[in-house]
């Protein structure tokens, strides 16, 4: 299935995955129809916007609807190629809620005609591809996917999305790629889509085992976080510097442990192995209890501070970085933002400063506290008592300590970023 300018391609979701996809294949000859269900992101998308930040994005949206390549609407369009990029969010107990899969299926269905590819990007559980062409076929009874009874070809791939944000843009070009079919033929038109921009490699297999490589390299890197912060929980018991430690040992050729942190946030790294787990109880020992050791992580720093707080009567708190991690200003499932509430919660009489250079607000969780303030960071510093060093964003990193007198204060580095104080 070569691209061509013939071949229509509609993204379904624009967020975060799929407007990138959409805007990268449409530079590439495609032409794409992004859809969401969120009006202002449609129309967004049709004056050249882009609704969120990432870099080098904005450009390319723009281009591409300059040139009448790309366009938004709310409603699923007829296709060749359908590729759904929704969210797929966590549901009670660990399980994921599919809701949004499920609406782009029931979307996408009354549109087939036969022939066409449907492509899922949304990272997914387990049988996920299954499911979705499962209830499109229930949907229309007319298709299948082998052909059989003289009825028309639907093909279903998973090809998930692997990108770093802050680098998608390069990383969507550069980075190898998955495709799985529910059969060869499916996954073979699918590595033809991505072949018209990714210049990694494409590698073929089967569904669920495109699913569950996307999911296992999320829970590889919480693995491994969560042993570099159950060293550092260690560490602090042995009197040992977590820090240095980790610096030694990576020395060894076939040692490459992580960094500990407040936690892991973000909505990929911490969700990602629940899926597994969900699927797999029994066998998914190790994959639990990573997420466990993570989840726990911010409460070791509370609790930290919490204790260093008694020396003070009205102690001063400032806490540095409320992001996920370092430069961005992405501040969901931040784990220094979870510490900064509970924080303001069990210190009642204490003053936070809380700093964010990459943002002009707290976020709502923070906002309505009233012992909890965004500050600039060096007056937030200057007047603390106690700082706590969150994110490891690199101003804060390049700080001058002596001018902030940071030798003179309780200094908690959950990040490691001023060891040689
Ligand atoms: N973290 C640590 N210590 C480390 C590395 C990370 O505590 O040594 C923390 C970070 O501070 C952050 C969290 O882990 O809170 C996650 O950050 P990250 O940079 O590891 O990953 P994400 O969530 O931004 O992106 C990941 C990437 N997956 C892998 O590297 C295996 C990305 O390639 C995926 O596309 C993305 O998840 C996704 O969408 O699934």
Redesign the pocket.
């Known amino acids: 299935m070569e691209v061509t300018e013939r071949t229509t391609v509609a993204v379904i979701g624009l967020g975060y995955i799929g407007l990138p996809t959409a805007a990268v294949l449409a530079t590439h000859g495609a032409d794409v129809i992004g859809v969401d269900v969120n009006e202002k992101v449609v129309d967004a998308v049709n004056r050249g916007e882009v609704p969120f930040v990432e870099p080098d994005l904005s450009i390319s949206v723009a281009g591409a609807v300059q040139q009448g390549r790309l366009r938004a609407e709310t409603k699923t369009p007829e296709a060749d190629v359908y590729i759904v990029a929704v969210p797929t969010p966590f549901a009670e107990g660990h399980l994921a809620d599919l809701t949004f899969v499920d609406a782009a299926a029931d979307g996408l269905a009354e549109r087939l005609q036969g022939d066409e590819l449907v492509i899922l990007e949304s990272?997914s559980p387990p049988g996920t591809t299954q499911h979705m062409a499962d209830r499109i076929l229930a949907l229309r009874p007319d298709l299948s996917l082998d052909g059989s009874l003289g009825r028309s070809i639907i093909h279903f791939a998973h090809c998930p999305?692997?990108?770093?944000?802050g680098r998608i843009m390069i990383e969507l070009i550069t980075n190898d790629r998955i495709v799985g079919g529910l059969t060869r033929m499916a996954a073979e038109k699918a590595k033809s889509v991505y072949e018209s921009f990714c210049q990694g490699e494409i590698m073929i297999t089967d569904a669920i085992t495109a699913e569950m490589a996307k999911l296992v390299?999320?829970s590889?890197?919480d693995v491994n976080?969560a042993f570099?912060n159950e060293l550092s929980l260690i560490s602090a018991k042995l009197g040992i510097d977590v820090w240095e430690l980790i610096d030694l040992a990576n020395h060894h050729p076939r040692v490459n442990i992580?960094?500990?942190?407040p936690g892991?946030?973000?909505h990929?790294?911490a969700v990602?192995p629940w899926f597994i787990v969900s699927a797999v109880p029994e066998e998914a020992r190790l994959i639990r209890m990573a997420r466990e050791v993570n989840d726990s992580t911010p409460e070791h720093v509370i609790g930290r501070v919490v204790a260093m707080a008694a020396r003070f009567k009205e102690p001063r708190i400032a806490a540095l970085g409320l992001a996920?991690?370092p430069e961005i200003d992405d501040l969901r499932e931040s784990?220094a933002c979870r510490i900064v509430a509970r924080l303001a919660e069990e210190l009642p009489g204490a003053q936070i400063a809380a700093v964010e250079p990459h943002v002009t607000a707290l976020p709502r969780e923070l906002a309505g506290l009233d012992n909890v303030v965004l500050a600039d960071f060096e007056a937030a510093v200057l007047a603390a008592d106690i700082v706590v060093l969150l994110v490891d964003h690199a101003v804060f990193k390049a700080a001058d300590k002596r001018r902030l007198g940071l030798r003179e204060k309780v200094v908690i580095d959950t990040r490691g970023a001023w060891r040689w104080l």
């Open positions: 990272t999305e692997r990108v770093l944000p390299e999320n590889y890197r976080i570099a992580l960094q500990p942190g892991v946030g973000g990929c790294i990602d996920f991690k784990p």
